[in-house]
Every structure is written in structure tokens, then in C-alpha cells.
T-cell receptor
Framework: QKEVEQNSGPLSVPEGAIASLNCTYSDRVSQSFFWYRQYSGKSPELIMSIYSNGDKEDGRFTAQLNKASQYVSLLIRDSQPSDSATYLCAVKDSGNTPLVFGKGTRLSVIA | DVKVTQSSRYLVKRTGEKVFLECVQDMDHENMFWYRQDPGLGLRLIYFSYDVKMKEKGDIPEGYSVSREKKERFSLILESASTNQTSMYLC???????????FGEGSRLTVL
């Protein structure tokens, strides 16, 4: 059974700080990695994808991947109260297989 | 914009009733999925479909079935609802990019 592990939180950070969200996965053949954001009462939406080792930046968001350590992270710079949500990590292996989701980390940005 | 529409936002059913949850997407996506989401358990995959009339079991298919007669429509069926099926049900379709799922607004089902 493929597993994706996340700390459930809540992770509380002050406004303007860097929020660091972490995820580990069990299946070494995983090739694609994603972060979804889910606001309370809403559905998940894709915010970042990363496929190769290293960093990928998109605005205030940076995804980091270390396949040797089976570790993915999401950094949110200059955190805003509007970033308060649950962040879901998801991984995928090759082919037409479904995503495997972690249970999510709840982030709270305090103004 | 991609639109995934779930027919009912809130349903209340009795134990033993048959329940249909409908999902329609307007982007001609081939892959569609049904998840349930429960506090502390995250998103769990029930069934998915790669094409019309095709279906694959996910992680928790017991007590559920699905139907995909048309490409745009993917239905989840609870043949005999039970209280442990009280949950939020989320439908999704997969876009052209790997891992890109578009979710519907969800159907909150309560089984009494």
C-alpha cells in the first residue's frame, strides 16, 4: 500500500513568516508530486507540481523535492491569512494511475 | 474554465436506501474519480474510470458501485446506504497535465 505522510497540524505561523509544509512518501517509483490547497468547506485545488529533484518556484510558493530521501516540501513565503487552509500532498507513479493523497496539513496564518 | 458539477450538495437518506450521486464534467476528460473525505482520514479513492463503460476499484470500493455510460458523466451508487457511509463525496476529472485533478463542490451525504 503506497503511503503519503503529512503532519496533520495545525501549523500556526505569523503573518509575513515562511510556512514550511512537509511530506514523505513510501513508494520509490513515485515520479510526480503535487500540492493541493483546500479551504474550509471547499474542494481541493492544485497549486504546485514538481517532477525533478530540486526547487520549483511560483510566486510566493516553492516546492522542493528530494527523491533520495523520499521527501517533498512546500514553502510559502510572506504568509498571508488568506493562505490559511489545509494543504494536501499527492504523489503519482508512471502511467495512468491515480494520485495517492496524504491526509493534509492544516495551516493557520495569524494576523 | 473546467466545470465539474455534482448534482446534490446535501442529501439525507435512510439506512438501506439506494443512493445515486451524479457527476458531470464539461471538458471532455477521459479520467474521472470518486473520493470520500472524512476528518482525520483524508481523501480516499472509491472508484475511478479511464473511459466510457470502464471502471476500476480504488482503495475502498466496498458498498459502492459506479456507472459511466457517457464520457461526461460518472455516477456513484450506494446500493444499500449504511450509517458508516455518511461522508463528503468528491468527484474529480483529470485534466491534460499529470496529476491535475478538477474537483466538484462535493456532496455531503448523511445516512440516518
Amino acid at each position: 500500500q503506497k503511503e503519503v505522510e503529512q503532519n496533520s497540524g495545525p501549523l500556526s505561523v505569523p503573518e509575513g513568516a515562511i510556512a514550511s509544509l512537509n511530506c514523505t512518501y513510501s513508494d520509490r517509483v513515485s515520479q510526480s508530486f503535487f500540492w493541493y490547497r483546500q479551504y474550509s468547506g471547499k474542494s481541493p485545488e492544485l497549486i504546485m507540481s514538481i517532477y525533478s529533484n530540486g526547487d520549483k518556484e511560483d510566486g510566493r510558493f516553492t516546492a522542493q523535492l528530494n527523491k533520495a530521501s523520499q521527501y517533498v516540501s512546500l514553502l510559502i513565503r510572506d504568509s498571508q491569512p488568506s493562505d490559511s487552509a489545509t494543504y494536501l500532498c499527492a504523489v503519482k507513479d508512471s502511467g495512468n494511475t491515480p494520485l495517492v493523497f496524504g491526509k493534509g496539513t492544516r495551516l493557520s496564518v495569524i494576523a | 474554465d473546467v466545470k465539474v458539477t455534482q448534482s446534490s450538495r446535501y442529501l439525507v437518506k435512510r439506512t438501506g436506501e439506494k443512493v445515486f450521486l451524479e457527476c458531470v464534467q464539461d471538458m471532455d476528460h477521459e479520467n474521472m474519480f470518486w473520493y470520500r473525505q472524512d476528518p482525520g482520514l483524508g481523501l480516499r479513492l472509491i472508484y475511478f474510470s479511464y473511459d466510457v463503460k470502464m471502471k476500476e476499484k480504488g482503495d475502498i470500493p466496498e458498498g459502492y458501485s459506479v456507472s459511466r455510460e457517457k464520457k461526461e458523466r460518472f455516477s456513484l451508487i450506494l446500493e444499500s446506504a449504511s450509517t458508516n457511509q455518511t461522508s463528503m463525496y468528491l468527484c474529480a476529472s483529470k485534466g491534460p497535465l499529470s496529476g491535475e485533478l478538477f474537483f466538484g463542490e462535493g456532496s455531503r451525504l448523511t445516512v440516518l
